[in-house]
């Protein structure tokens, strides 16, 4: 009998001018796909409002992850431009299903044929230049909307959009002053040509309660929106930052930047610089807040910031790893007074970035090096000791042959086990008659070299986590001698590249119980606990164990 191909659904819209409807009609469509082919739908995976240009999607994510964990035989989807509409990520995906003996169908692409690929290239190509074409069309459309005075872009602090219609079948939005956001704005030009610095100012509206840009419109994370002397600053090239937008003396300048996607990371997308001769420059004195003369005080102000705040705003704008900390215990440090995560200040110490709001007490500055000689020396201690490894490396190997009984016998009792209980049954019967012929002896070995087979193809239908956290646990001196002699360097001068400290972050954090450590001032240093799961522990994560036991662990104090 042919086995009965399992189906992964994948659904997308690209934006949030469509609708879930959308997701449900490619759904309904692609199971009446796979009725027609005999797949038996195991699981939907969709995304809502994302381009299909970028890979980091969450359903998409899903869908590579379950393909990697071999859940199903054949990606489905209403049509290929719903995967992908970048060639790059299309033929890395489609290379790596390959591997897995995944195929992809769709309406006109199946790659069962020999023809898919020459489809898919054109496809492909086909999808991507569309994607442009949108990204084209759009930005024309939007440079009309700001040739006519009205709003091609979001919401501007200071002003509200209000709808009007204009004729029978088109709605147009224009810009009109929020009289108690205006009072604001005065009120930071104010502040910045008194001198005042815009942290300063920052630092006195968040005192004073006031809603920062965003907190009445952007609700959607759950924080409170703060003042951030980053928001009035901007950069005057682009006219970002309430201090440097020209839109509050009465003019409106759109098209100064466009964003692009970044070649190595398509989720990411870069501002580029557009040449003046194609920006939209249009003077609207009914939207002045700000006087000129104020007005041109203040960019006096900014355009004279010292070439050392102009290189570190450049090398905030132009690094790869914007926000992404360099240092071992970036993101891992929490500040036990307000729950924001110490930064790094300066290159020697950590503080919590929320006293420069005025949002936390919490005034110390503490070494770095410091703080992570204490936390090597407790890892040293209780986790990288030779004997300790040795106790974790015998428990998490009895928990992973105890594992894969479990699923060796789940897999005996299944359909797929049928085949080894015939052969084995077999075996046994020949055994039973006792002939001692060489006939028999022959009949035995093949039959062995059967079960042999079967169980060879059992051990590769395993759950793929156990012998990668096998080859983890093998693993596990040679990782921790290599770890611990790459923090004593960090220590004592060495230097360690971003890529290489967000490695050892990372691989630190999932050894802490809660991925964090709470610090709270205590003089002129900091106290507090951290927890540490034993390294058995990241070996059963990976493992997928049913048996959840706690191996190993500890602590210490800070």
Same mark, same amino acid.
């Given at each position: 009998m042919k086995k009965q191909l399992r189906a992964a659904i994948y659904a997308r819209y690209s934006t949030n001018r469509q609708n879930e409807a959308s997701i449900e009609d490619q759904v309904r469509s692609a199971r009446k796909l796979c009725e027609r082919e005999g797949f038996k739908v195991v699981a939907t995976f969709s995304d809502a409002a994302i381009s299909g240009g970028t890979a980091k999607r969450p359903g998409y994510q899903s869908l590579l992850a379950a393909a990697r964990r071999k859940e199903f035989d054949v990606a489905v989807a209403e049509s290929s431009s719903r995967l992908w509409r970048e060639l790059a990520e299309q033929w890395r995906a489609l290379k790596e299903w390959d591997e897995h003996g995944i195929i992809v169908v769709g309406n006109g692409i199946d790659t069962r044929r020999p023809e898919a690929n020459i489809l898919l290239s054109v496809t492909g190509a086909a999808n991507e230049a569309f994607r442009q074409e949108i990204g084209r069309r759009t930005r024309m459309a @939007?440079?009309?909307? *700001?040739?006519? #005075?009205?709003?091609?872009?979001?919401r501007t602090y200071g002003y509200r959009n209000m709808k009007r219609l204009v004729s029978e079948n088109e709605v147009v939005s224009e810009r009109v002053i929020?009289?108690?956001?205006?009072?604001?704005?005065?009120?930071?030009? @104010?502040?910045?040509?008194?001198?005042?610095?815009?942290?300063?100012?920052?630092?006195?509206?968040?005192?004073?309660?006031?809603?920062?840009? #965003?907190?009445?419109?952007?609700? #959607?994370? #759950?924080?409170? *929106?703060?003042?951030?002397? &980053?928001?009035?600053?901007?950069?005057?090239?682009?006219?970002?930052?309430?201090?440097s937008n020209p839109l509050y003396r009465g003019r409106s300048i759109w098209g100064r930047m466009k964003w692009k996607r970044k070649p190595s990371d398509s989720s990411v997308r870069i501002p580029v610089a557009m040449p003046e001769r194609e920006w939209v420059v249009k003077d609207m004195p009914h939207l002045r807040i700000v006087d000129e003369r104020l007005f041109n005080k203040v960019q006096d102000l900014q355009l004279a910031d010292s070439p050392l705040k102009a290189a570190i705003r450049k090398g905030i704008r132009m690094s790869p790893n914007r926000g992404k900390g360099s240092y071992w215990l970036s993101?891992?440090?929490v500040c036990d007074l307000c729950g924001s995560n110490y930064q790094a200040s300066g290159s020697e110490s950590y &503080?919590?970035?929320?006293? &420069?709001?005025?949002?936390?007490?919490?005034?110390?500055?503490?070494?770095?090096?410091?703080?992570? *000689?204490?936390m090597l020396g407790i890892m040293r201690d209780e986790l990288f000791h030779p004997d300790r490894l040795k106790f974790e490396m015998r428990e998490v190997e009895a928990l992973l042959k105890d594992q894969e009984c479990q699923e060796r016998e789940a897999m005996r009792q299944s359909a797929d086990g049928s085949d080894l209980r015939r052969v084995e049954a077999k075996i046994k019967a020949v055994r039973d008659l006792n002939l001692g012929s060489a006939a028999e002896r022959g009949a035995i070995r093949?039959?062995? *070299?059967?079960?042999?087979?079967? &169980?060879?193809?059992f051990a590769r239908k395993l759950t793929p986590g156990l012998q990668e956290a096998r080859a983890m646990?093998?693993?596990?001196?040679?990782?921790?001698?290599?770890?611990?002699?790459?923090?004593?360097?960090?220590?004592?001068?060495?230097?360690?590249?971003?890529?290489?400290?967000?490695?050892?972050?990372?691989?630190?954090?999932?050894?802490?119980?809660?991925?964090?450590?709470?610090?709270?001032p205590n003089g002129k240093t900091v106290k507090g606990r951290v927890e540490l799961l034993?390294?058995?522990?990241?070996?059963?994560?990976?493992?997928?164990?049913?048996?959840?036991?706690r191996v190993g662990g500890s602590g210490g104090r800070i």
């Amino acid at each position: 009998m042919k086995k009965q191909l399992r189906a992964a659904i994948y659904a997308r819209y690209s934006t949030n001018r469509q609708n879930e409807a959308s997701i449900e009609d490619q759904v309904r469509s692609a199971r009446k796909l796979c009725e027609r082919e005999g797949f038996k739908v195991v699981a939907t995976f969709s995304d809502a409002a994302i381009s299909g240009g970028t890979a980091k999607r969450p359903g998409y994510q899903s869908l590579l992850a379950a393909a990697r964990r071999k859940e199903f035989d054949v990606a489905v989807a209403e049509s290929s431009s719903r995967l992908w509409r970048e060639l790059a990520e299309q033929w890395r995906a489609l290379k790596e299903w390959d591997e897995h003996g995944i195929i992809v169908v769709g309406n006109g692409i199946d790659t069962r044929r020999p023809e898919a690929n020459i489809l898919l290239s054109v496809t492909g190509a086909a999808n991507e230049a569309f994607r442009q074409e949108i990204g084209r069309r759009t930005r024309m459309a @939007q440079e009309g909307i *700001a040739k006519k #005075g009205r709003v091609a872009g979001g919401r501007t602090y200071g002003y509200r959009n209000m709808k009007r219609l204009v004729s029978e079948n088109e709605v147009v939005s224009e810009r009109v002053i929020e009289r108690s956001e205006a009072k604001v704005v005065k009120r930071i030009f @104010q502040m910045r040509a008194a001198g005042h610095s815009p942290l300063a100012i920052a630092r006195a509206l968040n005192a004073d309660d006031i809603p920062a840009p #965003g907190a009445s419109w952007n609700k #959607g994370n #759950g924080k409170k *929106a703060e003042w951030r002397a &980053s928001a009035l600053i901007g950069d005057p090239k682009f006219g970002t930052g309430i201090l440097s937008n020209p839109l509050y003396r009465g003019r409106s300048i759109w098209g100064r930047m466009k964003w692009k996607r970044k070649p190595s990371d398509s989720s990411v997308r870069i501002p580029v610089a557009m040449p003046e001769r194609e920006w939209v420059v249009k003077d609207m004195p009914h939207l002045r807040i700000v006087d000129e003369r104020l007005f041109n005080k203040v960019q006096d102000l900014q355009l004279a910031d010292s070439p050392l705040k102009a290189a570190i705003r450049k090398g905030i704008r132009m690094s790869p790893n914007r926000g992404k900390g360099s240092y071992w215990l970036s993101g891992i440090l929490v500040c036990d007074l307000c729950g924001s995560n110490y930064q790094a200040s300066g290159s020697e110490s950590y &503080s919590c970035p929320s006293r &420069s709001v005025g949002k936390c007490d919490n005034n110390l500055r503490f070494k770095r090096l410091e703080i992570e *000689a204490v936390m090597l020396g407790i890892m040293r201690d209780e986790l990288f000791h030779p004997d300790r490894l040795k106790f974790e490396m015998r428990e998490v190997e009895a928990l992973l042959k105890d594992q894969e009984c479990q699923e060796r016998e789940a897999m005996r009792q299944s359909a797929d086990g049928s085949d080894l209980r015939r052969v084995e049954a077999k075996i046994k019967a020949v055994r039973d008659l006792n002939l001692g012929s060489a006939a028999e002896r022959g009949a035995i070995r093949e039959l062995e *070299a059967e079960r042999e087979a079967l &169980s060879a193809r059992f051990a590769r239908k395993l759950t793929p986590g156990l012998q990668e956290a096998r080859a983890m646990v093998a693993y596990l001196p040679k990782l921790v001698a290599a770890l611990e002699k790459r923090l004593e360097a960090t220590l004592t001068g060495g230097k360690a590249t971003r890529d290489e400290m967000r490695v050892i972050s990372d691989f630190t954090r999932e050894l802490i119980k809660g991925g964090s450590i709470r610090l709270r001032p205590n003089g002129k240093t900091v106290k507090g606990r951290v927890e540490l799961l034993g390294l058995g522990e990241k070996a059963l994560r990976v493992a997928g164990a049913t048996r959840r036991a706690r191996v190993g662990g500890s602590g210490g104090r800070i």
